[in-house]
């Protein structure tokens, strides 16, 4: 292939094999990756520079903040990666209003960081490593979840440059489809920038992991739905279920948001009495950052190949417990993992921003490792698909229209659909998948 010609600002920001910092830069956590070029840009001037470059190549092109997505496409064979982790700044910018703007190349263990000192969180996910443009682009389930919401539930505002290379402040007064597609659908409108996010005041956290025998039949995890989606919202859980000898085991997960002793011990004993008999309880109070810790950070370098997909369920009925614990039980080895939603998610209207899932009160997130792979993962997803309602697109290996129709069903499919054409009319930010594929369906 031919060199590309970069334009002045960017001779310095390119990376391209051969290049010492290339092998730490070219892939993302679930993908070895071959980019032809990776452009580091550390503005907006330098983002749209690099957006024009992509265009006028032809080639494919990625967009990385973080490059934890599970579908590897923040990087590809042969084309451009459009990298914003230099623009990584976390700035208060409303110290009463506990507004804070966050770099989308930031990592989330660097913002819980920074705002512990002001005794501030923001719910994101359950790794430190994971990248603001990446989560806060599409939703952000994290460990307040039921006390918080999504982290897209509190961006005030997000500066994206657009694929025409206009560098917009989109919020609910300027622009407000682009700030509605901003949160839950932006990586097909436009390169976001920078986020201004509020805060919620808390600095420690309850942090329990319980573990029980489970029943075969999907009563503990019954049970645990029941308990949660009854719990005060301060307590967010999550429940993984495996084989345990010849019977199960679940690992139970509680979050209490907030540093009262006595209320953390109440909210998570309980947890204990859910399954066939307790096996262990151990709870502790620990700095938020803690959760989302710096220890997590490391370079991505394609070390976690594992296959995801997830269902939403509405609730847990005995007949999609029991399909959860045939999951768990399947031949194919395929990872469950449980999250409980409801509380502060479901305040608000579906139609409020492009995640429009906001009565649902469990996520099921299904992950295949090597040797297992998709064949396995589809195997088990199959058992849940009765029973599912809209998916999560962040934990989604393979974006392909299936996938988009769980994210994004009927009408607002229809609206993301639009808005992705109207600010991506050639398509640019859908050219490629990882596997070189159109990630959407075609406008
Ligand atoms: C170990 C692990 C734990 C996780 N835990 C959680 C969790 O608890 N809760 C949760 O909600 N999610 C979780 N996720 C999923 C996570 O939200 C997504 O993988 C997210 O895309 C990662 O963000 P990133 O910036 O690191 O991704 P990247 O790989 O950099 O990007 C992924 C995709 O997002 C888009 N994108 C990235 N940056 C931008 C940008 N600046 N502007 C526009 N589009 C952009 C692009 O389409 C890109 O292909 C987890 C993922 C992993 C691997």
Same mark, same amino acid.
């Given at each position: 292939?031919?060199?590309?010609?970069?334009?002045?600002?960017?001779?310095?920001?390119?990376?391209?094999?051969?290049?010492?910092?290339?092998?730490?830069?070219?892939?993302?956590?679930?993908?070895?990756? $071959?980019? $032809?070029?990776?452009?580091?840009?550390?503005?907006?001037?330098?983002?749209?520079?690099?957006?024009?470059?992509?265009?006028?190549?032809?080639?494919?092109?990625?967009?990385?903040?973080?490059?934890?997505?599970?579908?590897?496409? @923040?990087?590809?064979?042969?084309?451009?990666?459009?990298?914003? @982790?230099?623009?990584? =700044?976390?700035?208060?910018?409303?110290?009463?209003?506990?507004?804070?703007?966050?770099?989308?190349? &930031?990592? !989330?263990?660097?913002? &819980?960081?920074?705002?512990?000192?002001?005794? !501030?969180?923001?719910?994101?996910?359950?790794?430190?490593?994971? #990248?603001?443009? =990446?989560?806060?682009?599409? +939703?952000?389930?994290?460990?307040?979840?039921?006390?918080?919401?999504?982290?897209?539930?509190?961006?005030?505002?997000?500066?994206?440059?657009?694929?025409?290379?206009?560098?917009?402040?989109?919020?609910?007064?300027?622009?407000?489809?682009?700030? !509605?597609?901003?949160r839950g659908a932006g990586d097909g409108v436009g390169v976001a920038l920078a986020f201004e996010i509020e805060a919620t005041p808390l600095r420690a956290v309850g942090f329990g992991q319980v573990m029980v025998e489970a029943d075969r039949d999907g009563k503990t995890l019954?049970? !645990?739905?029941?308990?949660?989606?009854?719990?005060?919202?301060?307590?967010? +859980?999550? &429940?993984?279920?495996?084989?345990? #000898?010849?019977?199960?085991?679940?690992?139970?997960?509680?979050?209490?948001?907030?540093?009262?002793?006595?209320?953390?011990?109440?909210?998570?004993?309980?947890?204990?009495?859910? =399954?066939?008999?307790?096996?262990?309880?151990?709870?502790?109070?620990?700095?938020?950052?803690?959760?989302?810790?710096?220890?997590?950070?490391?370079?991505?370098?394609?070390?976690?190949?594992?296959?995801?997909?997830?269902?939403?369920?509405?609730?847990?009925?005995?007949?999609?417990?029991?399909?959860?614990?045939?999951?768990?039980?399947?031949?194919?080895?395929?990872?469950?993992?449980?999250?409980?939603?409801?509380?502060?998610?479901?305040?608000?209207?579906?139609? $409020?921003?492009?995640?429009?899932?906001?009565?649902?009160?469990?996520?099921?997130?299904?992950?295949?490792?090597?040797?297992?792979?998709?064949?396995?993962?589809?195997? &088990?997803?199959?058992?849940?698909?009765?029973?599912?309602? +809209?998916?999560?697109?962040?934990?989604? @290996?393979?974006?392909?229209?299936?996938?988009?129709?769980?994210?994004?069903?009927?009408?607002? #499919?229809?609206?993301?659909?639009?808005?992705?054409?109207?600010?991506?009319?050639?398509?640019?930010?859908?050219?490629? $998948?990882?596997?070189?594929?159109?990630?959407?369906?075609?406008?």
């Amino acid at each position: 292939m031919t060199e590309l010609v970069l334009p002045d600002v960017l001779r310095e920001r390119a990376v391209r094999p051969g290049d010492r910092r290339y092998p730490l830069l070219r892939s993302t956590y679930t993908r070895v990756a $071959a980019p $032809a070029l990776i452009l580091l840009p550390e503005n907006a001037a330098e983002v749209a520079a690099a957006l024009e470059v992509a265009h006028d190549s032809g080639l494919p092109l990625s967009v990385r903040s973080g490059g934890h997505g599970l579908s590897g496409r @923040s990087s590809n064979d042969g084309g451009i990666v459009l990298d914003v @982790s230099a623009i990584d =700044g976390v700035e208060v910018i409303d110290d009463g209003a506990r507004v804070i703007r966050v770099g989308a190349g &930031a990592r !989330w263990a660097n913002v &819980a960081a920074a705002l512990a000192p002001h005794g !501030w969180a923001i719910s994101s996910g359950d790794h430190g490593n994971v #990248g603001v443009g =990446g989560l806060a682009t599409a +939703g952000g389930i994290g460990w307040l979840a039921r006390s918080y919401g999504l982290t897209i539930d509190h961006i005030r505002a997000v500066d994206v440059v657009l694929p025409d290379g206009r560098l917009v402040h989109a919020d609910a007064t300027h622009d407000p489809d682009l700030f !509605w597609a901003m949160r839950g659908a932006g990586d097909g409108v436009g390169v976001a920038l920078a986020f201004e996010i509020e805060a919620t005041p808390l600095r420690a956290v309850g942090f329990g992991q319980v573990m029980v025998e489970a029943d075969r039949d999907g009563k503990t995890l019954r049970r !645990w739905s029941e308990y949660l989606a009854a719990a005060p919202r301060e307590l967010t +859980g999550n &429940a993984m279920v495996f084989p345990d #000898g010849t019977g199960f085991a679940a690992q139970f997960i509680a979050v209490v948001a907030g540093d009262d002793q006595d209320r953390v011990r109440d909210l998570i004993a309980p947890l204990a009495e859910l =399954g066939v008999r307790p096996l262990d309880v151990a709870a502790q109070l620990v700095p938020y950052p803690a959760l989302v810790s710096t220890g997590h950070l490391h370079p991505n370098t394609g070390q976690q190949p594992a296959t995801t997909t997830n269902a939403l369920l509405p609730t847990l009925t005995d007949d999609s417990a029991r399909a959860l614990m045939d999951v768990a039980a399947a031949p194919g080895r395929t990872l469950l993992q449980l999250r409980a939603l409801g509380g502060a998610i479901n305040d608000v209207a579906p139609d $409020a921003t492009a995640y429009t899932h906001r009565h649902q009160q469990v996520l099921a997130v299904l992950t295949q490792f090597p040797p297992g792979g998709g064949a396995e993962l589809d195997a &088990a997803a199959a058992l849940l698909t009765p029973y599912a309602d +809209g998916a999560y697109r962040n934990f989604e @290996s393979r974006p392909d229209g299936v996938s988009f129709e769980g994210a994004f069903p009927g009408a607002t #499919g229809e609206r993301v659909r639009d808005l992705h054409r109207r600010y991506d009319p050639d398509g640019l930010l859908r050219r490629v $998948a990882a596997t070189g594929s159109a990630v959407e369906p075609a406008p």
